[in-house]
């Protein structure tokens, strides 16, 4: 079946196209054209003066409506946390697992490898966020879980994980040369957060497999004028990636404006988020007690434990508070995290033989319809 969404203004991902319409086929994106004769279209969608863009990509997706991926990492649990945020736009993701025990971290990674074989599940691979962290930066991860890397450790979980973890979240600090070159030679994406790395610690990283830090500023060693720490090392290194938490409680505003003009292009949003359409003020479950608080979730240390954010609202967030430009922050949704995956023909952009992922955004950038696969999401 071939539909056609008419009259929108489309950003691509990269730019605006002058087209009057979208074509898609299926799941696919068949293209831009001027026209629709002859291409016996089907159905049309007419979004006039709304703004039509690419699925969102989020690469830090802890949970959502209830459910906690540390708790619950069934098929049906992956499930309800893609429809959850899918909902707000994001038709791709990375669900998430904090520090939790290995038996768990295997259980989450065989339940997202038998997700990824269902292309309808919009799960891109895992992000596996600890255990192998700096305890000093571990933020709301407990301390019992945090472990220093071994060999074989790293082993079973590259054997688990070569075909499913999507990115691996470290304090590379913790690491031997060995291990950390262990971990590149497998090919496993390598970020670094929950870190206390010094300023030249860190700018050797990126030549150990390192390629993004997790929570631009959050759970790592901070930028001072004599220890510019990890966050000035990713200031300092033009090729690092790196995923920001634009709620207002994580990192202020001024903080994200300043990132965004030393790091466009490489910087993007991600929402850390696992309180998106909760419905209570606490969360109890074998050692987390985290509440709700002054507009934000913490644990009994009061430290920051999980956002409440969706990415339309990261979006919203970085150009009326951080004053991104709106294609800028559009593309921090979309195509450069894609770009970072290698993914870019596949997803993040509307180009032709990408999948059918779209967003409509209306007035104040609010959700107005989403198109998953080529299908209105319902």
Do not use: W
């Amino acid at each position: 079946m071939i539909k056609a969404i008419a009259n929108a203004r489309f950003f691509t991902g990269s730019t605006y196209r002058k087209e009057k319409f979208l074509v898609f086929e299926n799941d696919k994106i068949l293209g831009f054209y001027d026209s629709l004769d002859n291409l016996g279209i089907t159905k049309i969608f007419d979004f006039k003066n709304k703004i039509c863009l690419p699925g969102f990509i989020d690469l830090q997706v802890n949970g959502g409506a209830g459910i906690y991926f540390i708790k619950d990492f069934s098929l049906e649990a992956i499930d309800s946390i893609a429809k959850t945020y899918r909902k707000y736009g994001t038709t791709s993701f990375f669900p998430t697992q904090v520090s939790t025990s290995f038996e768990n971290i295997y259980s989450g990674i065989a339940s997202v490898k038998e997700a990824m074989k269902n292309p309808q599940s919009g799960v891109l691979g895992i992000h596996v966020e600890g255990p192998f962290l700096n305890p000093i930066k571990r933020g709301a991860h407990q301390v019992r879980y945090i472990k220093t890397p071994t060999i074989s450790e790293l082993e079973k979980m590259i054997d688990a994980g070569k075909d499913s973890i999507g990115l691996l979240t470290i304090a590379p600090e913790q690491f031997s040369d060995d291990q950390l070159k262990l971990l590149q030679e497998s090919g496993i994406r390598l970020s670094a957060g929950h870190s206390n790395a010094t300023y030249e610690q860190a700018k050797s990283f990126d030549q150990k497999g390192i390629t993004k830090v997790t929570h631009l500023y959050n759970a790592m060693s901070a930028f001072q004028s004599r220890n510019p720490g990890l966050v000035g090392a990713f200031f300092d290194s033009p090729d690092l990636y790196g995923g920001i938490i634009v709620d207002g409680k994580h990192v202020d505003y001024a903080a994200v404006r300043t990132a965004f003009r030393l790091k466009k292009g490489k910087l993007f949003f991600v929402t850390d988020s696992v309180f998106v359409d909760f419905e209570e003020d606490r969360f109890v479950f074998d050692g987390f007690d985290i509440r709700y608080e002054n507009g934000a979730y913490v644990n009994h240390e009061n430290n920051l434990a999980g956002a409440a954010i969706t990415m339309q609202e990261a979006i919203y967030n970085g150009i009326h508070y951080a004053e991104i430009p709106e294609e800028d922050a559009f593309k921090m949704a979309t195509s450069i995290p894609a770009e970072y995956l290698g993914m870019s023909d596949k997803v993040g952009n509307l180009k032709t033989g990408a999948d059918a992922d779209m967003v409509i955004l209306g007035e104040d950038y609010k959700i107005e319809e989403v198109f998953f696969k080529g299908e209105v999401f319902k």
